[in-house]
């Protein structure tokens, strides 16, 4: 299960993940982190058991949760199943099923690689 | 045996005997096609039936094998014509949805290019989503310029059309259905943003294009069938090919088609408009054409299989026309998902889309089948010799050794931050590459670098706030690349480099400049 982290100001130079792995002893993987001087957003990979126990300790510390379930979308209408998408996902999100592109959603990590590699603009991030 | 000729029995054997050399002409076929017993299967079905029957089998079982193709092709275009106004306006300049329109042709005839962009929204929104507006049914915005005469004196006008308003919307296409087309890796450390799509960096991805075993010109690739004249399906729509396309290669096994078609038959099922980031607008057309099993020759060439058609991998990180080839790979080795390259397992995926492909096969062969669509006798064959040949520059553009300064300063990584600010100060230069012990380039250091130390009170050596990542140029590259690096980069400098990686220049956006203002 993916978590979306959003860190807000004043709490980016505190060491967050650090200490919720100490408290909840999950095997987290950051997937994505982009933080600046200010504030953050980081994608976090938690084992299924331990996601609401991770979810609540971050919140305690004032970081906005949002479980990634369906982070990306596509427009069934504009898709014309090229594959631009499949060779340029780091997590393997898309792939071929007799030659339909199959998405699981669950793999990705809102990086936008595909939004921009989409040529016919038939994916989008959802953005919570 | 000249006895057994006039037996009984081998009145059998006589007609066994021309059996052998099975053929089969057009008009029978077409026949067939008219009464509704032509038996049409798709190029992926085909490889096997040969297989199974041998190719004299397959001329008897099979009458028709239909291809397809669903790939971006750029080089498509519609001509228009509005009709007359009143006054009538002799159009120099048009914008329909804020993309220009070539209008140098007659008064009110346009051509439509399907990379165009707009002037409004850039390459989001180009000729090809014009077109594909049209098809779909969409009312598109004429802003048109006239040159007034005394025959024409309107000046301009504004109006709003559907593609039922045009007299004519003829598709005419200089090149569409490359028989294959290179496969595109990068090995640059940069994301490049192309018309084969994103690849990623250090041989990150892999994109191809092409239908492989559906393709209509590896289906056919001596022209035994296909010609001037032969109806295709296009968009949806039944078009004709008139010529081969521009660039056609068929020495090498890169043939292309001119084709047409009356785009208000054409489906957005079939004609899809795309964006290729940082590239421009390109327009997906589905292409097929029915083969007709006339002999032998053309049964064993319509069971052409993905493993037999090979591309070279091509290195787009080089910027330049002769991108190196990293290895051969089949269409079957492209589909799988996984090629290797350099040791390394790289994910390979499509730009085209296979499954538009097969459905342009699948409609051929129901449209065959019902009758609906006739094959035709090409009134002459295709050139088997084409020309693709590079550019013949007559302006020398100079390269970097032609503009770079020679007197370049290096240093080494072990001396201290002041030596090296001393160095600068004495040089009148804002750049110091750094090389190892062997002249190899390793980084480079600027007055910024320095400065930056010294004010953060820690003098050290220079290894310590080099950049490692250091672009740079070769000795026999354009300078219009160098420009590029520079403004990509958002840098001033790039040492330029021998073939062993050794610093033996700088060039600096000061060079660029100079040469730029003695041009002018």
Redesign the interface.
Same mark, same amino acid.
């Given at each position: 299960m993916k978590l979306m982290l959003h860190v807000a100001p004043g709490i980016v130079r505190y060491p967050l993940i650090a200490s919720v792995i100490l408290e909840t002893s999950a095997l987290v993987n950051i997937e994505r982190a982009s933080i600046d001087a200010v504030s953050g957003e980081i994608v976090l990979e938690v084992p299924p058991e331990k996601c609401v126990e991770v979810k609540e300790a971050f919140e305690r510390r004032g970081v906005r949760v949002v479980p990634l379930e369906i982070p990306v979308i596509r427009d069934e209408n504009e898709c /014309?199943?090229?594959?631009?998408?499949?060779? /340029?996902c780091p997590t393997?999100t898309f792939?071929?099923e007799d030659?339909?592109v199959v998405a699981d959603s669950g793999k990705c990590i809102q990086c936008g690689?595909c939004i921009?590699?989409c040529?016919?603009?038939a994916l989008k991030l959802v953005l919570k | 045996m000249l006895l057994d000729l006039v037996a009984p029995t081998s009145f059998y054997r006589i007609i066994d005997l021309r059996s052998i050399v099975q053929e089969k002409s057009l008009s029978e076929i077409n026949e067939r096609i008219r009464d509704g017993s032509a038996r049409v299967v798709s190029a992926e079905e085909m490889p096997d039936l040969v297989e199974e029957l041998g190719s004299a089998g397959a001329v008897r079982e099979v009458d028709v094998v239909t291809t397809g193709t669903? #790939?971006?092709m750029c080089s498509s275009g519609v001509f228009l014509n509005l009709g007359h106004s009143d006054p009538p306006i002799k159009i120099v300049r048009a914008m329909l949805n804020k993309v220009e329109a070539y209008g140098g042709i007659a008064a009110v005839d346009l051509f439509l290019g399907a990379t165009q962009p707009s002037e409004d929204r850039g390459i989001?929104y180009g000729g090809a989503h014009v077109i594909e507006d049209l098809v779909s049914g969409k009312q598109i915005e004429v802003e048109a310029q006239g040159g007034p005469t005394d025959c024409y004196p309107q000046m301009e006008l504004e109006t709003s059309l559907r593609l039922e308003d045009f007299n004519q919307a003829t598709m005419v296409n200089p090149r569409n259905a490359y028989q294959r087309y290179n496969a595109a890796t990068n090995s640059s450390d940069r994301t490049m943003?192309t018309y084969m #799509?994103?690849l990623?960096p250090g041989f990150?991805?892999?994109?191809y294009s092409g239908a492989g075993v559906l393709s209509p010109l590896f289906n056919d690739p001596n022209f035994d069938y296909i010609g001037i004249g032969t109806r295709i399906f296009l968009g949806g729509a039944q078009g004709f090919v008139i010529g081969s396309g521009t660039q056609h290669n068929p020495q090498n096994n890169f043939s292309t088609l001119m084709v047409t078609g009356d785009m208000k038959k054409m489906s957005n099922r079939f004609l899809?408009a795309?964006?290729?980031?940082k590239y421009g607008p =390109?327009l997906?057309l589905g292409l097929g054409i029915p083969i007709p099993i006339l002999n032998e020759k053309l049964a064993r060439s319509t069971a052409v299989r993905d493993r037999d058609i090979s591309v070279p991998v091509v290195d787009y990180g080089i910027q330049r026309r002769d991108r190196p080839s990293i290895r051969m790979v089949s269409y079957e080795d492209l589909k799988s #998902?996984t090629i290797e390259l350099n040791g390394k397992e790289v994910? =390979? =995926?499509?730009?085209? =889309?296979?499954?538009?492909a097969?459905e342009v096969a699948r409609t051929l062969k129901e449209e065959v089948e019902k009758g609906e669509f006739l094959l035709s006798q090409a009134v002459e064959p295709l050139s088997r010799v084409g020309s693709s040949r590079p550019m013949k520059q007559t302006k020398e553009s100079p390269n970097v050794g032609d503009v770079m300064s020679r007197d370049v300063v290096t240093v080494q990584e072990d001396i201290p931050v002041d030596k090296a600010a001393k160095l600068i100060v004495s040089g009148s230069f804002d750049h110091l590459p750094v090389v190892s012990k062997d002249g190899r380039l390793m980084g480079i250091i600027t007055a910024w670098d320095i400065s930056k130390a010294v004010a953060s009170g820690k003098p050290s050596r220079i290894a310590e706030i080099m950049t490692r990542r250091v672009h740079s140029a070769r000795l026999d590259e354009p300078i219009e690349l160098a420009a590029r690096t520079l403004d990509t980069h958002s840098i001033s400098a790039l040492p330029v480099v021998d073939r062993e990686d050794k610093v033996i220049g700088m060039i600096t956006s000061d060079h660029l400049s100079r040469l730029f203002a003695r041009r002018r």
């Open positions: /014309i199943h090229c594959g631009a998408c499949v060779s /340029i393997k792939r071929f030659w339909r690689a921009v590699g040529p016919q603009r | 669903f #790939g971006a989001e943003h #799509g994103t990623l990150g991805n892999i994109h899809r795309a964006t290729f980031h =390109s997906y #998902g994910a =390979s =995926s499509s730009l085209s =889309s296979f499954q538009v097969r």
